[in-house]
């Protein structure tokens, strides 16, 4: 028998010897936080149920289960509306980690070694957050370099050449009508990503979220600043620099925007850059911004197909050139295709480009 003195009342309480099972402790949180039902009444109807709670898979038959026992004897209804379960992360041969078996990674080395945001990466782009998770630097340096390493290359040639011509995006805007079929493009791509990364993250689809994310960089960077390098090295300042300028400018800080939740830090530090530096008016913070909105009229579904025939061209092409041990510097007379689909000339003209014909 155990005497404790409050030390706020100074009066002695007694700890009995029957001690209840410490999982119905956990699974009354959602009304004994707020002392519920003596006070607070309207803050546990706000509160209550969850959106959304998420612990390991362990917590199926613990924390999971005890939260939905006890609300159900109470209130008759669950105390969530979705369970994330996130699944154990496990060696790069699928072993359990542990410290006995010497294959365990502090996460502090690792974050100090690869950085938060790569680490983050690896687990949104590798697979559904419910499944095992295999954890080796091989595998993050990999997501870091395909993804996040493409992301700041493209932005850095931004930077380079919008500081060689001190160009300051609040000065101009995105004249649609103005564009070329490319820039065109891109913005079509750019609003279908966000359409489609956040129909995904509403629905927990967490790998197809992060691959549109990367899909769409991959596009920005070894497609659309490929094929527009040139029209950022012209002198001047003409239309058709400003566009390129302003197409790049709202695609890269858009993506920032998207892939804010995922990696936080690298699209905090792009905004401030790009944004925040030259607009004082604009949120302090990235994480701080409206989510993008899709621009529907943007979105020119012909136009997206019609590209991806092409890059689907200048892939086979390339194959093709060596498979006979042509490289792509020497020039060919001609190229004929078999496919079911008609291009415009000017998809045609870039084929023609890209392949040297």
């Known amino acids: 028998d155990v005497t404790i003195t409050c030390p706020e009342c100074g009066k002695q309480m007694h700890r009995v010897p029957e001690v209840i ?10 009304f004994a936080q707020h002392h519920y039902p003596f006070e607070n009444e309207d803050l546990f109807k706000q509160q209550f149920p969850a959106d959304f709670i998420s612990e390991a898979v362990d917590q199926t038959r613990g924390w999971f289960y005890s939260l939905l ?3 159900t004897l109470l209130f008759n209804k669950a105390p969530y509306k979705n369970v ?23 996460p502090f080395d690792a974050l100090e070694k690869y950085g938060a945001d790569a680490i983050r990466w690896y687990f949104y782009i590798n697979s559904a957050p419910w499944l095992p998770n295999r954890f080796h630097g091989k595998a993050v340096q990999e ?36 564009l070329p079929v490319m820039d ?50 012209a002198k001047g300042m003409e239309q058709d620099k400003i566009n390129a300028y302003m ?17 936080p830090f690298m699209t905090e530090e792009i905004y401030q850059n790009l944004v925040k530096s030259v607009d004082a008016s604009a949120p302090e ?17 012909k136009l997206e197909a019609d590209m991806d025939n092409v890059l689907k061209l200048v892939v086979m092409g390339r194959a093709c050139r060596n498979a006979s041990n042509i490289k792509n510097r020497q020039p060919i007379g001609q190229m004929f295709v078999k496919a079911g689909f008609d291009l415009p000339e000017f998809y045609q003209e870039i084929v023609s480009d890209e392949l040297n014909v």
């Open 184 to 233: 065109k493009w891109i913005l079509s791509k750019m609003n279908t990503m966000v359409k489609d990364v956040d129909y995904n993250l509403g629905n927990y689809r967490i790998p197809e979220a992060a691959r549109v994310l990367q899909d769409f960089v991959d596009d920005l960077s070894n497609w659309y600043v490929r094929r527009s390098r040139e029209r950022f090295w």
């Open 247 to 263: 197409t790049l400018y709202t695609a890269l800080v858009t993506v920032s925007k998207a892939a804010a939740p995922m990696i």
């Open 21 to 30: 099972d410490c999982w119905f402790d956990s699974g009354s949180m959602p």
């Open 143 to 178: 997501g870091q370099r395909k993804f996040m390493g493409t992301l700041w290359n493209t932005y850095a040639f931004f930077v380079l050449y919008a500081n060689i011509d001190n160009f300051d995006a609040t000065k101009y805007t995105l004249e649609y009508d103005k």
């Open 285 to 301: 913070s990235i994480h701080l911004c409206d989510y993008p909105e899709v621009q529907n009229e943007l979105i020119d579904e």
């Open 69 to 71: 026992a006890i609300s």
């Open 84 to 106: 994330i379960v996130l699944g154990h992360v496990q060696d790069e041969n699928g072993q359990k980690m542990s410290k006995s078996k010497g294959n365990a990674v502090d």
